[in-house]
């Protein structure tokens, strides 16, 4: 594998132009967005995406989000009636998907089969760069195995994939720390169908409606949303605060507490956050640091569903289950 450390702001030319050649001949290019580390491959290549999946072990009826460099890039790959193309506008670049109804050649190794694709133009200047020089749309998940915590930084993605892929660019760590907001925009409404950086309020306020939150069938549509995910190897348990004690069968002088309120137990390690989007960003480093550092369990703190906090309360919940 390839190892280069970029600037996010202004990238070096020549190894984003090594790293999009890898992309155009049909390897795997890990790279930073603004919401966590992806795992790219060229979107029109099927044995390219293929590959995506090998090197995750991610079940093959889990779709992939196309990264594109510009709005306009859209158009050649989903139908764009007006609403998607104000919402694009009014959202990209940033950590918004959207699912749409997919034009007829977008490989179905992206889809998983289904009529529809996501699409997503991400917030970070060595991302759009890489994009823009592949010359290609480039489906790219989180730069995790399937099921562990997505990776906020280079060090999590070599650790993760360090032997499975061809190139990994590091830009230190990202801004949001959860991935993005998906919205299914191929019905009336608007469906939720994952919690993520662009904040559901944001979202309410802009569309001037409430978003619906998937049922079955849309559950069935967004078949990442059926996994356990994001768990480090370690158990998880949630704490309310105020509302319980530290559960008994934990012991907190083998366990790391993680949240924005001050434990009374005294844990091995604690790592407190000022605000929800600090903890946000911090979250899955620091599951993997108590990892690291040999810990039993996990304790988190429930945040409050305001902002990213209803994406960090998404992801404690399924860590934890
Ligand atoms: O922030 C992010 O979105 C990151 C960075 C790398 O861009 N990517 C990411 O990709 O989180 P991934 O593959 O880990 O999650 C994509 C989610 C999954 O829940 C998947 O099921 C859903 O998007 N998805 C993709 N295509 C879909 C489609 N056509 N219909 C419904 N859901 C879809
Ligand atoms: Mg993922």
Known sequence: M?????????????IIARAASILRDGGLAAFP?????????????????????????????????????????????????????????????GPLTLVLPALPHVP????AGLS?????????????????AAQCPVAAPSANRSGRPSPTDAEAVAADLGD???????????DVGLESTVIDLTGRGV?????????????????????????????????GTRYRHYAPALPVSIWRPGEEEIPRSIDPST?????????????????????????ARGMFAGFRHFEAEGLRHIVVEWPRSQGIGLALQDRIWRASN
Do not use: C
Request: proline share 10%; no cysteine; net charge negative.
């Open 116 to 132: 529809t694709v996501a699409l997503r133009m991400p917030d970070h200047p060595a991302a759009l760069a890489l994009i823009d």
């Open 33 to 93: 967005t603004e919401t966590v580390y992806g795992l790219g491959a060229n979107g029109l290549n099927p044995d390219a995406v293929k590959k995506i999946f090998r090197a995750k072990g991610r079940p093959v009826d889990n779709p992939l989000i196309l990264h594109l460099s510009e709005p306009g890039q859209a158009r050649s790959l989903a139908e764009i009636d007006d609403r998607a193309a104000e919402t694009i506008k009014a959202f990209w670049p």
């Open 108 to 111: 179905r190794e992206v889809t």
């Open 164 to 174: 499975r892929i061809d190139i990994l660019l590091d830009a230190g760590s990202v």
């Open 255 to 279: 366990s790391g507490f993680m949240g924005m309120t001050p434990p009374s137990a005294h844990f091995a390690r604690t790592v407190l956050f000022d605000s929800e989007s600090s903890y």
């Open 191 to 223: 469906l939720l169908l994952r919690p993520g950086g662009a904040p559901a309020e944001k979202l309410e306020k802009f569309f001037g409606e409430p978003l619906e939150s998937p049922g079955d069938d849309a559950r069935k549509r967004s078949p």
């Open 2 to 14: 390839f190892y280069f450390k970029i600037d996010r702001w202004n990238p070096d030319p020549n």
